[in-house]
């Protein structure tokens, strides 16, 4: 029994779909420790830059969107991704501004923007590519 290049799609889409969702729920979560309670988390979170943090934990919950709209292989959930991208780089560079002027940040918020970014890019450019319709070997247009 082999596998159809649409079932092989439908695989590679439900698996990007869960790790959107599962990105979206550990954004949330570490965000929302270090926004709303006191403690170890917000410790930890040393000189984090608060408008990357309300970004990131916002964004957290396209993620959870986007994820479940791929599941369900809607339309807009490829420009919900592409958005998250876009929007994700523009804080990244945003971020830069910050730190070239002098504000104080932590190595880790330049490691997770680059590890978002690459994320989402990567996101919207795979669901894209699968979402394409397949091109038949053989054929010229």
Known sequence: ???TAHS???IWIRVISLIAIGFGLLT??????VLFFDGTARDAAGNYVPF????????????????VGLWLRRRWALVLASIIAAATAL???AFGVFVYSGGAWEQRTLI???VRTLVWTGIAFAVW???APPVSEGRTQ
Do not use: C, D
Request: charged share 10%; net charge positive.
């Open 1 to 3: 029994m082999t596998m």
């Open 8 to 10: 092989q799609r439908q």
């Open 28 to 33: 949330i979560k570490e965000g929302g420790a």
């Open 52 to 67: 990357v943090l309300w970004f990131n934990f916002l964004a957290g919950f396209a993620y959870i969107i986007a994820g």
């Open 91 to 93: 804080t990244f560079m």
């Open 112 to 114: 997770a923007m680059s």
């Open 129 to 131: 590519r699968l979402s």
